[in-house]
């Protein structure tokens, strides 16, 4: 573990690092090392300073015992940078109708999350996605048409999609 934290450099949160880039040479780097993921745990919060520190602080005092693939996860949603956003924004703009299962389930990840970060209004993320949608998607009350301002609710907060086969 002590290898691995002098290899790494730290991570604090700013914009101008890429959290998605850091975490993948620290899981390549801990991969390497054959760290455990409890070790691959200790040695990611000995490795951040600054602002994701202090996050990882609070963070770690609401969910102890957390795995090392969700803690990661974690850091990576709060410490998205503006120019992961916007590449996900050009995602779901310039993407055709949805092809696949694969195409569906990443647009709808990818939606969600910007709605949960609150990095686009509901309105202009359900104006791109849902006409893409609307061949191959049933909610669970009926299927989705045409769109309409009340499909907002439907998309976003629905757990359970029924995908008609595409």
């Not at 770690?60 to 956003?85: G, H, V």
Request: with cysteine; aromatic share 10%; hydrophobic share 40%.
């Amino acid at each position: 573990m002590a290898i691995a934290t002098k290899i790494i450099a730290p991570f604090d949160g700013n914009e101008s690092q890429d959290i998605n880039n850091w975490l993948r040479d620290f899981k390549l780097i801990t991969l390497a090392g054959g760290l455990s993921s409890v070790d691959k745990s200790r040695t990611l919060i000995c490795c951040l300073r600054g602002n994701a520190l202090s996050w990882a602080s609070s963070f770690m005092d609401k969910t102890p015992s957390i795995d090392f693939d969700r803690l990661c996860a974690a850091i990576e949603s709060r410490f998205a940078s503006k120019r992961n956003i916007s590449k996900i924004l050009q995602k779901i703009f310039t993407l055709p109708q949805v092809k696949s299962i694969e195409e569906l389930n990443q647009l709808i990840r990818d939606a969600n999350y910007l709605h949960e970060k609150q990095y686009l209004l509901t309105e202009a993320i359900c104006d791109a996605v849902i006409p893409k949608l609307l061949d191959h998607v049933y909610f669970p009350t009926r299927k989705v048409r045409k769109y309409t301002r009340k499909h907002i609710h439907l998309f976003l907060s629905f757990k359970e999609i029924f995908v008609l086969p595409l």
